[in-house]
């Protein structure tokens, strides 16, 4: 552990956190696993970029449409029970994969539906795992750093799961990797099983699913900070997603190579999630994330519009390294900063909206993506989406200041000091 960095890693601290992230880290490294072989044999049986697009479009649509639902039920429901059986139903779906593609029986349609199955469990997944890492800390001053490590272990995975599926698929075929996923499960299962979590004050719930619906809507449509948030990282997740999808297209035909090129490339762009995950670990503080937002929309439209020029595995590999650290950016910074900002109240029904903010503009904006590339190829749609992304960074730069100067990003983060202000008497004069 490097001196000096020891407040880096302070939310491993948690006894809770440390089974969580040791579990979660071995689960999403198959997860990566089943996203690449997935993104592959979706090409191998059609050699389509519109269908790839269809694909990845039915899984996450679901949980766009689920969002406002499923953001109810969790906070009506005991997180860590809901996260096993959401981890059940996962592994159910992984293995379901795998049995079909061993048996040489798998059609699109059977991964179609089994996308769309997914997307209704992580409807679910994702508001509960979000909403429970507070609950596996004991000061709310470390949650940033629980979300940063937990972001950085679920990209070092995007590291090893693609470059394993890449062999895998290569030596053995795809539905080892759907059945490698399938048993990583047991891992976090196992994790959450064993963690002592105190529960969290319940309040008794008189109202009506719609009307806390309207409520969780209400509270994120009134907050200037949170809708202007939300909306800029749905805009980058619809536009700066889809270069993942068209990745067997880049690696196939502009790069000509196989499953091991698309393994080295969603790698590469998990190096840079893995180094943008880890310079907001070493943050202190939130005070100063919301500029890093333009930013990591910025040098991820810039990325995207130089990678589609690239011929070179090479450069092609530095420039989405960079995207990845951009698109890491972008989606960590929002996690952390609505998580700083919400009720525990309302946490969940407005991490819902997070979710659907990229469940929802991603699927879309893969759809796009690849209806787009059927027409003109698939460089010239990433150059489109680049355009996009840094137009929105350059908006939403725009707003900032404002956001800033009202106090509605950093208003809780003045309210709650960070460990190292904590102990000068003058740390409201310091923050403000």
């Known amino acids: 552990m490097l001196p ?5 890693w302070r939310a491993l601290q948690y006894r809770n956190f ?10 999403v490294i198959g997860t990566w696993m089943t996203r690449l072989a997935t993104s592959w044999l979706v090409y191998r049986l059609t050699h389509s970029a519109l269908l790839l697009g269809i694909a990845s479009f039915s899984g996450q649509i679901v949980t766009f449409l689920l969002g406002p639902v499923a953001g109810v039920w969790v906070e009506r429901l005991e997180r860590r029970s809901l996260l096993v059986w959401t981890q059940l139903a ?4 992984s293995l379901a994969l795998a049995v079909l593609t061993l048996g040489h029986a798998i059609r699109l349609w059977e991964i179609i539906v089994l996308s769309a199955f997914q997307g209704v469990i992580n409807a679910f997944d994702a508001p509960a795992r979000q909403a429970f890492l507070i609950q596996m800390i004991d000061d709310r001053r470390d949650l940033s750093n629980a979300i940063a490590l937990n972001s950085s272990m ?3 995975a995007r590291l090893l799961g693609p470059a394993m599926a890449g062999l895998v698929i290569a030596a053995i075929g795809e539905g080892w990797c759907f059945l490698i996923d399938g048993v990583s499960y047991l891992a976090v299962i196992g994790s959450l099983l064993a963690m002592k979590i105190r529960p969290l004050e319940t309040h008794l719930v ?3 699913m719609r009307a806390q619906m309207r409520e969780g809507w209400d509270y994120v449509y009134g907050s200037e900070p949170l809708r202007t948030i939300l909306l800029f990282f749905a805009v980058i997740s619809l536009m700066g997603y889809p270069y993942m999808v068209l990745m067997p297209v880049f690696a196939a035909q502009v790069l000509r190579g196989g499953a091991h090129t698309l393994g080295w490339l969603t790698a590469a762009s998990g190096v840079g999630a893995v180094l943008s995950g880890l310079s907001l670990a070493v943050r202190k503080t939130v005070i100063g994330l919301a500029e890093m937002l333009p ?3 910025g040098l991820l439209g810039c990325a ?5 020029f690239s011929h070179a595995l090479w450069w092609s590999l530095l420039l989405v390294s960079f995207a990845g650290f951009g698109l890491m950016q972008v989606a960590a910074v929002t996690n952390t900063l609505i998580q700083s900002m919400v009720s525990e109240d309302k946490r969940a029904r407005v991490i819902s909206y997070y979710a659907m ?6 699927p879309l904006g893969s759809l796009f993506a690849g209806v787009l590339a059927h027409k003109i190829g698939a460089p010239y749609t990433v150059a489109l989406t680049g355009t996009c992304c840094v137009a929105a960074a350059l908006w939403f730069l725009f707003r900032l200041p404002k956001l800033i100067a009202d106090g509605g990003i950093y208003r809780d983060a003045l309210l709650a000091p960070s460990r190292e202000l904590t102990e000068r008497k003058d740390w409201r004069n310091e923050l403000v």
């Open 357 to 362: 903010a990229f469940f929802g503009a991603a």
């Open 295 to 297: 930013i990591g929309g």
């Open 154 to 156: 679920n990209n070092g």
């Open 90 to 93: 996962g592994a159910v779906q």
């Open 4 to 8: 000096g960095l020891d407040h880096a």
């Open 206 to 208: 008189r109202a009506g």
């Open 304 to 308: 995207l519009i130089l990678f589609c």
């Open 18 to 27: 440390r089974l969580f992230f040791a579990g979660q880290g071995i689960s």
